[in-house]
Each structure stands twice: as C-alpha cells, then as structure tokens.
C-alpha cells in the first residue's frame, strides 16, 4: 500500500514539473531565455557637469544644498554618507567631458541623499536641450546607488525633439573631485520615440 502510494505521489509530481515546463516555455520555443529589448529607437551619451556650492565660490557653483540634519551647515557635508541632504542643481550639459566645451543644455533637479549606510541618492531631474544637435527636454527619475559604476535611471518623459520618450539612462561618475566637482557621462537609450 505505501509502495503504491509513493508511485501515486512521484506521478502527480512529474506531472505538475511537466506541466510547469510547459507555463514557463516562451512562445518562440527557447523556454528560459529571457526576453530581449528592441533596439532603441534614439541613443544618446551627454556629460554633465556639477560645481558645488562650498560658501566661497558662488559665482561658478552650479548646486547647493538646500536641506541638512538639524544643525548641520549647508556648506560642508557630514561624513555620514550625507544622509537627509537635499540638493539642487542648474549644471551644464555638454557633448564631451570638457566642462569649458560649448553647453547643448541644463541639467535641473534635485537629488537627496536617503541612505544611511552607503552613498546613495533619490533624484529627480531634467536636461532642458537647446542646440543645433537637439532641441527639447528628457525627465528623469529614480535611485542612484552613486558608488556603483553604472546605474540605471528611468527616463519617463519629454517634450519636443523627445517628446514622450521612455527608456533607460545609463549613468556613470566620469570625474571626482572630492566635494568641489563631479562629472556625470549619461548614456541615454529611447525605447518610445515619437
């Protein structure tokens, strides 16, 4: 009787597998293989350049924080991953990573450092493009983990030459220079393009 049991348990098994593989092939055949991408409609890499405001060079800055832990100074980070900082910035986008090359636009947004064992930031921005080569704005939303090299943020909109657009912005720190400067290289790929 157990015998028979066991067979009945192992047939209900192998047919409840079986059945599985079948949910789980993909309709071309090659079961498991995860679905791939269409090519994007619209690829683009721009830099962009971000001057922080320190107290004493307002006249190049092109961030500044706006929010800090009680009784923090707005002009010096703490070295708590700059947990609960909230910052805006106005930065100029270039086509290459010279900070002195001709601007294609502004990069405008914020971004707030929302985590306390690691560098990391929420951010929310937009590049505002006014050149020969593209006209219009991208939005941008999303998490940046800043100490992975390459970080995926949403693109989730856009007007004009971008109008509607989706797709993925690709980020990553192209230069560092403390709390003074950074350089971002923004690899942007369109998949709704209009």
Not at 65 to 94: C, E, K, Q, S, W
Request: charged share 15%; aromatic share 12%; proline share 4%.
């Amino acid at each position: 009787m157990a015998s028979g049991y066991c067979a009945r348990v192992l047939q209900v098994c192998f047919l409840l597998l079986s059945m599985s593989i079948v949910m789980f092939k993909a309709v071309d055949g090659h079961g498991w293989k995860k679905n791939q991408l269409p090519k994007p409609c619209k690829n683009l890499v721009l830099y962009f350049h971000d001057i922080l405001y320190n107290g004493k060079n307002a006249k190049n800055a092109t961030s500044a924080l706006l929010a800090a832990p009680d009784g923090a100074n707005l002009t010096v980070r703490n070295g708590n991953n700059h947990f609960g900082y909230l910052a805006m910035f106005d930065d100029p986008i270039t086509l290459d990573n010279n900070l002195h090359s001709p601007p294609l636009g502004i990069a405008r947004g914020f971004s707030f450092y929302d985590m306390k064992n690691t560098f990391s930031s929420s951010v929310g921005f937009t590049f505002v493009l006014n050149s020969k080569h593209c006209k219009g704005t991208i939005a941008f939303n999303g998490a940046d983990p800043i100490l992975t090299k390459y970080r995926d943020i949403s693109v989730v909109g856009g007007t004009c030459d971008f109008l509607m657009a989706r797709g993925i912005a690709t980020i990553s720190t192209d230069a560092f220079e403390g709390d003074v400067y950074f350089r971002l290289r923004v690899h942007i790929a369109l998949y709704e393009c209009y």
